[in-house]
């Protein structure tokens, strides 16, 4: 039989202890982070909301003024606060792009990588475009050994803070400052080799030396390199993200097929799910695969 990338496979975010998306609707989501609620723009919620009294409760709300994004702050919200999810713990900011630092969407991802690194004897893991590192937790968590790659400073720190409070052994993780492009192809000129792969690249970026990221131009050429990378081994494996770029996930899994042949994968949307509702909210597309 044939292996293939299977279709249309949506994984669900559901509520946890620290999170949970309360309403949405006008093209705006309503948001727990522990004891904080935000609300947010969110333009695929195209209904109306369901539950209008809960929106008071909203600690800060995100707005767009003169083109610039600004918090409105509502009741007092401290500079950045813990949640956890399971073991790990990590920081939550308001940051001046609506993020918050945690990509809740992500939930089902985090528990496939530590499946999968449990399923394999000591592990390397690369994780590029890692941003606030809680994929690199996750795989660390479950005794991987983790190279996190983000181009920028302020994130990597973010990054390392949240392997701090999640107790995660210092020499668990290995933290790079570069452009993920330039990283990769050093890497496969040094012979590396990774039992897992992860990567979430947007739509476009500056590398760490002020490199130019356009997915559309750069993404082909970053997975030839990663074939390179990824071990034959039975069990490795490979997890990319798209949240910004536009594309369908059918697009990302048909250029990975493009490079790495037949395969044993799924893709699909990432969705959110209403606490109060079974509503959704996709929230991003995702392609996966074990060899």
């Not at 012979?191 to 792969?197: F, L, P, W």
């Not at 037949?262 to 392609?287: A, F, K, M, T, W």
Request: proline share 4%; glycine share 8%; hydrophobic share 40%.
């Amino acid at each position: 039989m044939t292996k293939e990338l299977s279709r249309d496979r949506h994984l669900v975010s559901l509520p946890w202890d620290d999170y949970e998306l309360l309403d949405s609707g006008e093209n705006m989501k309503l948001e727990r982070l522990g004891d904080i609620v935000v609300a947010r723009p969110e333009t695929q919620a195209l209904w109306q909301k369901q539950r209008p009294e809960l929106w008071k409760m909203a600690h800060a709300i995100f707005a767009f003024r003169d083109k610039k994004g600004v918090w409105d702050i509502k009741k007092s919200v401290p500079e950045s606060w813990e949640i956890s999810h399971g073991p790990l713990r990590f920081l939550v900011r308001l940051t001046g792009f609506k993020h918050t630092g945690v990509f809740p969407e992500q939930e089902p991802n985090w528990s496939w990588i530590q499946d999968r690194v449990t399923a394999l004897e000591a592990p390397k893991v690369l994780n590029l475009f890692g941003y606030t590192g809680i994929a690199s937790l996750a795989a660390a968590h479950a005794s991987a050994s983790v190279t996190h790659v983000d181009a920028s400073k302020q994130s990597l720190d973010w990054a390392h803070e949240n392997a701090r409070l999640s107790n995660i052994p210092e020499d668990r993780i290995r933290w790079i400052l570069d452009d993920a492009l330039a990283f990769v192809k050093r890497e496969v000129r040094r012979g590396a080799v990774y039992d897992g792969i992860i990567l979430d690249p947007p739509a476009f970026g500056r590398g760490a030396k002020g490199e130019v990221w356009k997915i559309e131009e750069d993404f082909p050429i970053l997975l030839k390199s990663l074939k390179e990378l990824l071990s034959d081994k039975s069990g490795s494996f490979f997890l990319v993200n798209g949240y910004a770029a536009g594309y369908a996930s059918r697009s990302f899994a048909q250029a990975i097929e493009g490079v790495f042949g037949e395969i044993n994968g799924e893709h699909g949307e990432l969705h959110i799910e209403e606490s109060s509702s079974r509503r959704i909210i996709p929230s991003g597309i995702y392609v996966r695969f074990v060899r």
